[in-house]
Each structure stands twice: as structure tokens, then as C-alpha cells.
């Protein structure tokens, strides 16, 4: 059966880039959590994380995971949309409206959740004071955050 082959496909397919966005998860919030590794072009945010002083970054940790329950529901649709991705691109017959449609949620949904972790990180530097906060701008100012050049502490 011809549909066999596809279907199977589809399932790894799908169970792949489950296993993707799951790794990403595990990445993004060990990264804000424990100090990333250099950021990934794209995630701007890790960068002033992981620039913040202690106890500023301990807090931030401390507040995304009593907030955890709140990242559930967006988590979760961006595993649906990622499904939706798969699926379009596996119709016949093949409609790239469907993929643009579905690649458009996903980035609605990313772009709510970072705009979550950036307001949790402006309440962190709006604790600062004046002099914290210079020598938080000199620490982001030396480092240069992700590209060419870039510097790790």
C-alpha cells in the first residue's frame, strides 16, 4: 500500500519535530535558568539574560518557573502548529498558503512568548539601581551579544 509509506513518514515526521521543539523548550529555559551556552542567532533575549547581575538572574529564573503554567497552553499550540506545518506539507494536493497560514500562527505564538520573557526581564532591571543598571548596560556593551566578534565572561 502506497499510503503506508507515507503515513509512516508523516508519523516520524511529526514525532521529530516533536522531539525538536521539546529540545528547543529544554534549551531555552536551561539557558535562562542556569546561564546559557552562546546564544543562537535569534534569541536576543538569552543575551541580556545571561548578562543580568545575581541576584537579578537568580530572580528571573525564580519567575519564569512560578510563571510555568502560563507558557503551557502557548507551548502546547506551537507543537499543534508545528503539526499543522507537517500536515500541509505532506497534503496533495500541496498548498503553500496552508504552510504560510500555519508558519504564521507559529510565529504569533513565539512572538507572544517573547514578549512574556521580556517583561519579566524588564521587571528585573526596573528593581535596579541607577549604578546597577550602568554597569549592566558596560557588561552588554563588552560583550557584544551573538555574531561575529562575540565575547563570552
Do not use: C
Not at 510563571?67 to 503539526?83: F, I, K, M, S, Y
Not at 500555519?102 to 517583561?119: F, M, N
Request: proline share 10%.
Amino acid at each position: 500500500m502506497p499510503n503506508d509509506g507515507r503515513r509512516s513518514w508523516i508519523k516520524w515526521a511529526l514525532v521529530a519535530s516533536l522531539g525538536l521543539n521539546l529540545a528547543a523548550a529544554g534549551v531555552i529555559g536551561g539557558a535562562l535558568l542556569k546561564g546559557p551556552p552562546p546564544p543562537a542567532p535569534g534569541f536576543a533575549l538569552w543575551h541580556y539574560a545571561r548578562a543580568l547581575p545575581e541576584p537579578y538572574r537568580r530572580d528571573l529564573g525564580r519567575a519564569l518557573r512560578e510563571n510555568r503554567d502560563a507558557w503551557t497552553g502557548p507551548r502546547e499550540a506551537l507543537r499543534g502548529e508545528q503539526a499543522a506545518v507537517a500536515a500541509a506539507l505532506a497534503a496533495e494536493p500541496f498548498q503553500p498558503q496552508s504552510v504560510s497560514e500555519a508558519l504564521g500562527r507559529q510565529t504569533a505564538i513565539t512572538d507572544e512568548l517573547a514578549q512574556r520573557g521580556a517583561e519579566l526581564l524588564v521587571e528585573q532591571i526596573g528593581r535596579m539601581s541607577p549604578e546597577e543598571r550602568a554597569t549592566y548596560a558596560e557588561a552588554l556593551r563588552a560583550d557584544r551579544g551573538p555574531g561575529p566578534g562575540h565575547r563570552r565572561p
